[in-house]
C-alpha cells in the first residue's frame, strides 16, 4: 500500500470559516501577531491572549470540516496517510484522518507554563486566569507562537521522508520550518501542491502545481488518486 502524506496549511481551515492570520496582512480581528501569539505578549498581557485563544476555541465549536478535510480521509481507503498539520484545529480529526501531527500545537489543549510536557485536554472553550496545572503554574494555549521552537519537527520530517505521495494543500510554502519539509520527500515521490496562491517551483522534482482552492481541488485530486489505485 502506498503511502501519501499531506502537509495542510491555513488555506484548508479558512474554508470552514476560520479565521487566520493571512486573513489580512497579520492581522486578526485587528489583533496584530505580536500581542497575542508571542511568550512576550503572554508576559506583558495575559488577559488579552488567553481572550484571543478563548475566542478562536469558541468559534472552532461553531464550524464543521469541509470537503477538503473530508477527501484527504477518504483517502485512506487505499492509501496509508499520514497528515502533518500547521492548523490547531482539529478538523482534520473531525472529518475522520487518523494519523494527524499537529506541528504548531492543538487549540483544544492546554499545558502548563512552567513545564511544557505536561499537556491537557481542555474542557469546554475557556481558559481562566488562575486555571492551574498540577505543579501550581497557570495553564497556557498549548500552542506554538511565534519565536519559540517547533518541537514536532523533527517526527515531521522523518514522516515525509517515507511518502511516495505528497500533498500540499491550503499554504503557499511560506511558512517555515514547515515549507522545509518539502526537501525531505523522496526526488522519486509524486508532489502536489495546491493552493491559489501557489507557483511552480523549479528546484522541487516531480511537482504538479494547482493554483486553485483546497476544498474543489483536493476533491478531484482524491477521487483522481483513489480510481488510479483502486485495488
Known sequence: ??????LSGAGVSAESGLKTFRDNNGLWNNYRVEEVATPEAWDENMELVLDFYNQRRKQLYEV??????????????????????QNIDDLHERAGSTSVLHLHGELKKVRSSKDPLLI????????KHGDLC??????????VWFGESVPNIIPATEIASTAD??????????????AGLIHYVPKDAKKYLIDPGA?????????????EKAGSAMSILARDLLNEYDK
Open 1 to 6: 500500500m502506498k503511502k501519501i502524506v499531506v
Open 64 to 85: 464543521e470540516p469541509n470537503p477538503a478535510h473530508y477527501s484527504i480521509a477518504s483517502l485512506e481507503k487505499n492509501f496509508q496517510v499520514e497528515v502533518i498539520t
Open 120 to 127: 491537557y485536554d481542555l474542557d469546554g472553550w475557556e481558559l
Open 134 to 143: 498540577e505543579l501550581g503554574s497557570q495553564l497556557r494555549p498549548h500552542v
Open 165 to 178: 505521495i505528497l500533498i500540499i494543500v491550503g499554504t503557499s510554502l511560506q511558512v517555515y520550518p514547515a
Open 199 to 211: 507557483s511552480q517551483n523549479q528546484y522541487v522534482e516531480n511537482l504538479t502545481v494547482i493554483p
